[in-house]
């Protein structure tokens, strides 16, 4: 039996834009999604990850 090789080559996918799950003050508190709040705000996204905001 010979064994071959193959690739995949040039897959593409098609990821939703990542949204806004929640919102952290820097010291742990959630905040509400209608809260202003102006410094630094931590966002935990639905893919995820979480992303830094200064405002």
Same mark, same amino acid.
């Given at each position: 039996?010979?064994?071959?090789?193959?690739? %995949?080559?040039?897959?593409?996918?098609?990821?939703?834009?990542?949204? %806004?799950?929640?919102?952290?003050?820097?010291?742990?508190?959630?905040?509400?999604?209608?809260?202003? *709040?102006?410094?630094?705000?931590?966002?935990?996204?639905?893919?995820?990850?979480? *992303?830094?905001?200064?405002?």
């Amino acid at each position: 039996m010979e064994k071959s090789e193959t690739a %995949v080559e040039n897959v593409e996918t098609e990821e939703a834009p990542a949204k %806004v799950v929640a919102s952290y003050t820097v010291d742990g508190k959630t905040l509400n999604a209608k809260t202003v *709040r102006k410094g630094i705000v931590i966002n935990k996204l639905s893919n995820g990850k979480a *992303r830094k905001v200064v405002k």
